[in-house]
T-cell receptor
């Protein structure tokens, strides 16, 4: 499976935008880019996903580089409740055989939000 | 309301005890998953079920025994566990197992401590 690389930690101030980067230079053409986050004492929470085009939802925006070798999760106005571990994950789109919807989690980026 | 409910939230047991973890999803999904999250380690996929049939056992020791009586319920039966099995056990569901563009929905986990 293609790997992702994220910074170990990032910090932000409340009500400022946050850009969380992810590198995935070995991404294949059918891999979807997923982002999850895990708040303290909770299970992971789906944030957003995309394939080629930028995506927006009520939680965040996902900006995907034209060559798809990197992506950025954008939180437009960080709140204290956004403090969490953010995971960037590639999911094989060629879902036959052994894919089984696997989500392969890495270490993620620990986001700290300051008041 | 996450749609995926896990009980109990916390469990302490001795190595000779037998206990079960329960997961219930109210989302009408066909696929369910067990993950293990140990301290300072990424989430590890343990088991995958599709329409009540186990489709993956990710090299999990036999002291962990999953059961999926219907598409809404998933159990993890525990017996003769070891101290290194202390971890957060997370259940997840998705519409089906091969949808790379489908999110997985997680419960908040059971924090298991083995004495």
């Amino acid at each position: 499976d293609a790997k992702t690389t994220q910074p170990n930690s990032m910090e932000s101030n409340e009500e400022e935008p946050v850009h969380l980067p992810c590198n995935h230079s070995t991404i294949s053409g059918t891999d979807y880019i997923h982002w999850y986050r895990q708040l303290p004492s909770q299970g992971p929470e789906y944030v957003i996903h995309g394939l080629t085009s930028n995506v927006n939802n009520r939680m965040a925006s996902l900006a995907i580089a034209e060559d798809r070798k990197s992506s950025t999760l954008i939180l437009h106005r960080a709140t204290l409740r956004d403090a969490a571990v953010y995971y960037c994950i590639l999911r094989p789109g060629n879902a036959g055989g052994t894919s089984y919807g696997k989500l392969t989690f890495g270490q993620g980026t620990i986001l700290t939000v300051h008041p | 309301e996450t749609g995926v409910t896990q009980t109990p939230r916390h469990l302490v047991m001795g190595m000779t005890n037998k206990k079960s973890l329960k997961c219930e999803q109210h989302l009408g999904h066909n696929a369910m998953y067990w993950y293990k999250q140990s301290a300072k380690k990424p989430l590890e996929l343990m088991f995958v079920y599709s329409l009540e049939e186990r489709v993956e056992n990710n090299s999990v020791p036999s002291r962990f025994s999953p059961e999926c009586p219907n598409s809404s319920h998933l159990f993890l039966h525990l017996h003769t566990l070891q101290p290194e099995d202390s971890a957060l056990y997370l259940c997840a569901s998705s519409q089906d197992i091969q949808g790379a563009n489908q999110p997985q929905h997680f419960g908040d986990g059971t924090r298991l401590s083995i004495l």
